[in-house]
């Protein structure tokens, strides 16, 4: 088991999501940046869809009760296990009663933790995703106890440690640094005038301080005269304009339906690296299509 | 009827097909018939179909190779529905109490629009409402048969929490909010029914398509369904009806 020592801005356990549910009203969640998470899991030799531990902007210090094999990828954390520096996108071997602590934000935005098996979490409607009346808990506070997988079959653990075949995966550092998304046209772009489209499509945004798992805004404004539609389906990825002329792009928590016109769409890349960034980045929306 | 549909690509993996930019019920008949047609065939690429007023996504496991020969496919399963078939109809009878305590907006509606609040009641709670699909929230249903009279805008700021079960009125729509939760809309009652419990295997005991009725209730009722819901001992009554 992994305890929580100390908590970071908002930590939570995530896998690729829930299906199945979105009938009843119940968003899909999942890891906001699949990318990174799928990297460590496949670092560790989990499937992709083993539970990982999803830290933003600062997280968590966490002690080991048992033994594992651990990978941190994602955002740079500056992650130190027992006071010595760890390197992101590289598995170690941790110990009962060893320190892991989350330090300084130095690139992106968002971390995965992964563990050997992935963590043994609560599983509702088919995920282990941390979500508000679907989990107990929608986010890790002071003193909870993680489960993982506590017997550890020694020759799988050497084996993956060893195993140059996991461990050497190159990160694609444009995931970080392009600030161009790519997207398709929304059900509702060819509403917008030809200027509105163009600016769309060539002005520089900013990401605004309201974003959570749920959506990102823009802080910038668009001249919008489009009314609403009739309440209609989105889904992560969604970009709405309201009313008031603000983007809003949809995230991982997000409803099933919504009212806004969608005049976008990103591209599940495009999810995953906005996902690394943070308030005040810059983003532009390119066409693919 | 055939409706003249729209589809399109909406994100790698997801085709949205579009019915008229109507609200009725001969197309969200329509809409289910699609939707269910598509599922009962069980295409393994297809994940899982989300419906609204007027839509329908398709979502696939994969990314989408050809979407032009996924057209195709849904078109041929669009022609070869079966629309005739009508399918049973389940009625929920929902229990609301419309007391003073719960119902925060009923003076400021009836003083609004000069209708009284025994009326409004008796105009909220007689209309069968189609259930036309559940989203907002986890168990938020979104309800169409409002009586006209009972049209009230949203409140210009919303309430900060809404206590769970209360039950609301916003524009031309009514609800029933699952949770404690921030909200627009305007407060005429409360019901004591939850609408998700995440335990069940259907979390939200009404569907898409299904009907709901509002039933007016004491205070003592609603205490008492409170007491029996504790128990473990309280089921919604229902009743399935022919088409």
């Not at chain 1, 792009?249 to 995953?272: E, W």
Request: glycine share 8%; proline share 3%.
């Amino acid at each position: 088991m992994v305890e929580v020592i100390k908590t970071g801005l908002f930590d939570t356990i995530q896998d690729l999501g829930r299906l199945g549910f979105q009938e009843f009203g119940v968003p899909m969640s999942g890891v906001m940046d699949r990318y990174c998470a799928t990297l460590a899991n496949s670092i560790l030799g989990n499937s992709s869809d083993a539970a990982v531990l999803e830290t933003v902007v600062m997280g968590p210090h966490l002690k080991f009760g048992s033994e594992t094999l651990i990978c941190v990828s994602g955002a740079e954390m500056n992650v130190t296990l027992n006071g010595k520096a760890l390197k992101t996108n590289a598995v170690y071997q941790v110990n009962t009663g060893d320190t892991l602590k989350f330090g300084k934000l130095s690139k992106g935005c968002r971390s995965y933790l992964g563990v050997l098996g992935g963590f043994q979490t609560e599983v509702h409607m088919g995920s282990r995703s941390m979500y508000k009346g679907i989990t107990t808990n929608y986010k890790l506070s002071k003193g909870d106890v993680l489960p993982i997988v506590d017997h550890l079959d020694n020759k799988l653990v050497s084996k993956r440690h060893e195993s140059a075949l996991f461990s050497a995966v190159k990160r694609d550092d444009n995931h970080f640094e392009a600030h161009e998304l790519e997207v398709f046209k929304g059900p509702e772009f060819e509403k917008l005038a030809k200027w509105q489209q163009e600016q769309l499509l060539s002005a520089v945004f900013t990401l605004s301080k309201d974003s959570n798992r749920m959506a990102y805004q823009c802080d910038q404004t668009l001249d919008n005269a489009l009314e609403g539609v009739i309440t209609s389906l989105v889904l992560p990825g969604t970009v709405q304009l309201t009313p008031s002329g603000k983007l809003i792009v949809l995230m991982r928590d997000c409803q099933i339906t919504g009212g806004y016109p969608r005049v976008l769409q990103l591209t599940n890349t495009a999810i995953n690296r906005i996902s690394q960034k943070n308030s005040g980045s810059a983003i532009a929306f390119k066409c693919v299509k | 009827m055939d409706f003249e549909l729209t589809y399109r690509g909406f994100s790698e993996h997801s085709i949205l097909v579009e019915w008229p930019q109507e609200i009725n019920e001969f197309i969200l008949e329509d809409v289910l018939f699609y939707k269910h047609a598509i599922l009962d065939l069980s295409i393994k690429s297809i994940v899982q179909i989300n419906n609204a007023y007027n839509s329908i996504l398709v979502i696939y496991e994969l990314t989408i190779d050809n979407l032009n020969d996924e057209y195709l496919n849904l078109k041929s399963i669009y022609l070869n529905r079966n629309k005739f078939k009508k399918t049973k109809v389940k009625v929920f009878r929902i229990p609301v109490c419309y007391d003073e305590e719960f119902g925060l907006d009923l003076k400021a509606i009836s003083e609004e629009k000069k209708v009284s609040v025994s009326e409004i009641i008796s105009r909220h709670s007689k209309p069968m409402y189609t259930v036309y699909f559940i989203g907002f929230l986890p168990g938020f249903l979104y309800l169409g048969g409002l009586d006209e009279a009972l049209h009230f805008p949203r409140k210009v700021s919303p309430r900060f929490q809404i206590k769970k079960g209360a039950v609301a009125i916003g524009g031309a729509q009514t609800g029933i909010y699952p949770n404690d939760s921030p909200g627009g809309w305007n407060i005429i009652g409360n019901s004591p029914v939850d609408l998700f419990l995440k335990k069940n295997k259907q979390p939200c005991f009404a569907r898409s398509g299904d009907t709901i009725q509002f039933i007016p209730i004491s205070r003592t009722e609603y205490d008492s369904i409170v007491l029996q819901i504790e128990q473990g001992i309280y089921t919604i009554e229902s009743e399935v009806i022919d088409g």
